[in-house]
């Protein structure tokens, strides 16, 4: 039988249990106060609004220049004019095999010129018999329609029908910018040529095959590489991926998989995603297991998250696919289960004082 008087030294232990567990609880929560990462997500997303308006500034300052590159297709509008002869002027649409015949020239081949490589080309032709010196310029007055594709973390994913020469920047822009989550690579993936626009030789093999080209979109609207911005082809299709997942499991809150969105991650802030530390946590042994490439080896890193928030150890970065496992303390396990035992018996402590 329980007395009230018996019942006294419980309250003591239960009233410095719970005093104690409060404090850690309290300190926990201090140390896993998620402002930093809040910061970081308000970082992240004017570092993605950046490169959207990269996107939009790098088209209006190189734009007119891009165009210097296109290469003529077939139903593409020409317009040529010759200064010393005005009857060799004239205004012709590339055949479906890539051809146009003009006055004295006869049919001449054009697809894949750009209109400076056609210009050359029929000055060069009309020298050899007719004019000395003469003046040509060729202007596309209309653009066949290409048709790319464009999918993955941008506001507007699909086909777009486009005319003239188009780039990375210019489909990018087309298709919105990009979104939060969106990851640092861009995939382009081009298909293999048909037969006709294959040459005999030792190329034919590699022409019959789709290419990929990896872009860096950090380098392309970070840095400003416009080497980077490659001009698209008909039946191009442009990848941009969504970042991607930690996971954090074990004694944390809310365990799971948390979206990188294109951001620098640390530990501490992958537990704050978590909801913090458990109050059973033994966050000085975390580990973090990371696979290597080849996604046969992996590595364990050992991460004392009590000295990262007292800032006794750097924060690591995570990378994408990363696990952390916050393992349990026998320790305080065993505290947490008394403090919740006494204090059970600290609510029927009146009822048992009166037996």
Known sequence: MITKFSIYPLLGIACILFTLSC??????????????????????????????????????SSGKDLYRDYKIGPEDLLEISVFEEEKLNKTVRVSSQGNITLPLLGVLRVKGLTANELE???RELLAEKYLQNPNVNVFIKEYRSQRISIMGAVEKPG??????QKTI????????????DAGKLLFLIRPPKSEEETTQGKKDFE????KTFVVDLEELLVKGDLTLNLPLLHGDVVNVPVSGKIFVGGQVKSPGGFPLKGKKVTLSQAVALAGGLAPKAAGAETRILRYSDKETDKEIILADVYAIHEGKAKDPYLKENDIVIVPMSGTKAFFIELRDTVKGLVGMGVSLGTL
Do not use: W, Y
């Open 169 to 180: 920047l210019d489909l990018l822009a087309m298709a919105g910018g990009l979104k939060e």
């Open 23 to 60: 404090a850690s609880e309290s300190s926990l929560q201090k140390s896993d106060n998620p402002s930093t990462l809040e910061t970081q997500e308000i970082v992240s997303s004017r570092e993605v609004k950046a490169m959207n308006e990269r996107i939009l500034m790098s088209l209006l």
């Open 120 to 122: 050359k080309e029929i």
């Open 207 to 210: 022409a019959t095959k789709p």
């Open 159 to 164: 086909i777009f029908d486009v005319g003239g």
